[in-house]
């Protein structure tokens, strides 16, 4: 099954994670199949950049998100500006 996962990089103690797709059997820093965006969450606010469309696409799919995923999708989606 495909999932929706953080890849974790950075250095000791000073996180940054990726937003990427990529089978669920497999560890954490094995091959992704597509990159959505990156969370930094030691910054002030937090640092948040997913690509809504390519995550939506993905999820269409079949691509279940995992919970934080799907909780930085829903904070993500809130700060999008509607589109005029």
Avoid: C, N
């Avoid at 990427?20 to 990159?35: F, I, K």
């Avoid at 969370?39 to 998100?65: C, F, H, M, N, Q």
């Amino acid at each position: 099954m495909m999932t929706m996962r953080l890849m974790r990089f950075g250095t000791k103690k000073k996180p940054t994670y990726r937003i990427v797709v990529m089978d669920s059997q497999r560890a954490r820093q094995s091959q992704a199949l597509d990159t959505l965006g990156t969370y930094t969450p030691l910054d002030d606010p937090a640092g948040l950049r997913i690509d809504l469309e390519k995550a939506k696409s993905w999820i269409a799919k079949g691509v279940r998100p995992s919970s934080t995923v799907q909780s930085l999708l829903d904070r993500a989606s809130k700060t999008a500006k509607p589109r005029s």
